[in-house]
C-alpha cells in the first residue's frame, strides 16, 4: 500500500511503500494482549519482601512456661501474632519474567502498526533532523501536525531531537530498534521517520 510522506510543516514531500504483510494484517487481539502482559510483567522488579520470625530480632527464650499458666502456648516473642513478630507468607523476592516466541511477538507489533495505519494513526516523515534543541519550535511542529501524544520513532540517536521532546508531556522518541507494544498501545499517534521506516520493515518482515 501507498503512504504519503511528510515533512515537518505535514506538507506532502513524496510516497513509501508499506508492506501489507507488516502495516494491512488482521489485528490478533488475543496476540497483542499476551504480548503485552509478558512487557509489562517482565518490567516487574519482584524485591518486594518481608521478614518471617527467622529474621526478625529479639529473643529466642520461651515467654513463659508450657503448662500451668491457663493461657494459650507459646515459644517466643518473634512469633507472628505479636508486634514486631515476623510475617506470616510474606513476599519474597523472586524473578516474575517469562518469555513468548518470537514469531507471535513480531506478530503483535504488525496487529499494532496495522490498526494505526487502519485508524489513520501513522505519520511518516522524511527528515527528523533539527538544527538546535529548541522545546518551543518542537512544541509548534507538534502541533501543527495534529499531535497531542505521539511516539517518535528514529533510526539513529538524534539528540537535538530528544532534548526538544523531552519536556513535552505525553511526546516520546524511541529508536526503531526499541519499537515496542507499550509505547505504541500508551500513544495516540505514531512518526516513524522514513530512514526508521525502513529498518522496522527489516526487521518486522514474516
Not at 6 to 28: C, R
Amino acid at each position: 500500500m501507498k503512504q504519503t510522506v511528510y515533512n515537518f510543516e505535514k506538507k506532502k514531500v513524496s510516497e513509501v511503500e508499506l508492506s501489507d504483510e507488516i502495516f494491512g494484517v488482521e489485528v490478533n487481539e488475543a496476540l497483542v494482549y499476551e504480548a503485552v502482559r509478558m512487557q509489562l510483567t517482565n518490567g516487574r522488579q519482584g524485591d518486594a519482601a518481608s521478614k518471617n520470625r527467622r529474621l526478625v530480632s529479639g529473643s529466642t527464650k520461651k515467654i513463659y512456661r508450657q503448662k500451668g499458666t491457663g493461657r494459650a502456648r507459646h515459644s517466643d516473642r518473634r512469633a507472628n501474632i505479636f508486634v514486631g513478630g515476623g510475617k506470616s507468607f510474606g513476599p519474597h523476592p523472586r524473578d516474575y519474567s517469562y518469555e513468548i516466541p518470537v514469531k507471535a511477538r513480531r506478530g503483535a507489533l504488525r496487529s499494532v502498526l496495522s490498526d494505526k495505519v487502519k485508524n489513520e494513526k501513522l505519520l511518516i516523515i522524511d527528515n527528523m533532523e533539527l538544527a538546535e534543541h529548541k522545546t518551543s519550535k518542537m512544541a509548534k511542529i507538534l502541533k501543527n501536525l495534529g499531535i497531542k501524544t505521539g511516539l517518535i520513532v528514529v533510526d539513529a540517536k538524534n539528540d537535538n531531537l530528544e532534548r526538544s521532546v523531552r519536556n513535552i508531556p505525553h511526546v516520546k522518541v524511541i529508536r526503531s530498534n526499541s519499537l515496542n507494544l507499550v509505547d505504541i498501545l500508551k500513544h495516540e499517534h505514531l512518526l516513524i521517520a522514513e530512514p526508521a521506516l525502513k529498518k522496522v520493515q527489516e526487521t518486522l518482515k514474516p
